[in-house]
């Protein structure tokens, strides 16, 4: 193993700072990828759960190689003897995906500015709207709270749609034939495009429309993009429907608001006049959530205890603990972090050479020995008793 991680470090060491990088990008974006059948998998993962995974997903790809760029973050791998693989192709090659991405990417951003100009230019030729039109926005935003600045327009388009024009100031365009339209079907139509704005689901279009931009060689990423723009509709959907405070009546008034706006010429939506940076059709993304269950299988949920059998049992049992104990949104977010943490320390190997190891000589030092001549050195100059004097001699004789 530790061959393995020394090789890869000196492989990544050929690389400059911004090959790095694109490297972990891409590996990143794949990983992210890869993860998204984990993220949905299962009949009861809820749709936040799945555009919130998808939120943090995009804004991972950009925050994540921006962090270890400005920050110059490297994993060191310790060898004995420094080794690097002398060669200068790498860099070549990384220099030439750089200016390869910098050119496509500066061309896709071009784009996307031109195409959120052409939408705001679009939204500004639209003629105003009737008072009673505008009393209605005004009171469908006090039942939202909605803070930013809104203003209702015609124009000939076949659905209704918005955009930002400023610093929180929004701008909502609606069919020119919604103005002879019931004043239920256009309170649908209101509500739907206020819940959107308070949730900032344009902003949020526009943001995986530039990570969409920044990735443009690498297909995967725009599929993530695509799915939060046709997803972001559907919360708000169901905002509106707890803002109108009438079940039935909303339910009644949004079914002959689809109708109506079926019955718009298809044709009608800017011919011949570019694209524009337009949310999902709520039309169309209701079919991306999950069918409801059927009479049969109701019925089926709702048997008595006794009629249930062990596994049927056990599998509820199991479910209920798991919303319990397991909070999806959290989930999405181990997801998302362990991703970044593996592809992270995966492409900031490098080679470091090893300090040299610590040699502890005074450890070899016998200190009983030592101990024990210092003992006996001190006995040896310790002061000696006095031996007895000699006997004078006698001077007898």
């Not at 930002?164 to 019931?182: D, E, H, K």
Request: proline share 6%; charged share 20%; with cysteine.
């Amino acid at each position: 193993m530790d061959s393995i991680l020394t090789t890869l470090a000196m492989a990544l060491d050929t690389l400059p700072a911004e090959g790095r990088v694109m490297l972990l990008a891409v590996l990143l974006s794949l990983a992210l990828h890869g993860f998204t059948r984990a993220a949905d998998n299962g009949r009861d993962v809820s749709l936040s759960y799945r555009l919130m995974y998808r939120k943090g997903a995009l804004m991972a790809l950009l925050l994540v190689p921006l962090l270890v760029y400005l920050t110059n973050l490297q994993m060191p791998v310790h060898v004995e003897q420094f080794v690097a693989f002398n060669t200068p192709v790498p860099a070549y090659v990384c220099a030439a995906v750089l200016l390869l991405w910098l050119a496509g990417a500066v061309v896709q951003l071009l784009r996307l500015g031109r195409v959120v100009r052409h939408t705001s230019l679009e939204a500004a030729r639209g003629r105003a709207a009737s008072a009673p039109l505008q009393a209605r926005l005004t009171h469908w935003s006090k039942r939202l709270h909605l803070q930013s600045a809104v203003e209702v327009v015609c124009e000939g388009s076949s659905r209704p749609w918005h955009t930002f024009c400023g610093y929180r100031r929004v701008r909502i365009v609606i069919p020119a034939a919604a103005l002879n339209w019931p004043v239920g079907v256009t309170d649908v139509m209101l509500l739907q495009q206020l819940a959107q704005i308070k949730q900032g689901a344009w902003g949020w279009l526009l943001f995986a429309r530039v990570i969409r931009a920044l990735y443009w060689p690498l297909p995967w990423v725009a599929v993530l993009a695509r799915q939060l723009a046709q997803m972001l509709v559907l919360p708000a959907d169901k905002l509106a429907a707890a803002a109108y405070r009438d079940a039935e009546g909303w339910q009644r008034d949004l079914r002959n608001h689809d109708k109506r706006l079926s019955g718009l010429a298809a044709a009608v939506a800017g011919r011949g006049r570019g694209e524009r940076l337009l949310l999902a059709d709520i039309t169309q993304a209701r079919q991306l959530q999950p069918p409801e269950p059927s009479a049969a299988e109701q019925a089926r949920a709702t048997v008595s205890v006794g009629e249930q059998t062990f596994e049927r049992r056990w599998s509820g049992t199991k479910a209920r603990l798991r919303r319990k104990y397991r909070d999806p949104h959290e989930q999405a977010y181990w997801l998302i972090a362990a991703a970044c943490v593996a592809v992270g320390i995966a492409t900031t190997l490098t080679v470091v050479q090893a300090p040299p190891e610590f040699d502890p000589r005074f450890l070899e030092v016998k200190w009983r020995d030592s101990m024990v001549r210092r003992i006996k050195d001190f006995d040896d100059d310790a002061p000696q008793p006095e031996e007895a004097a000699p006997a004078p001699e006698s001077d007898s004789g």
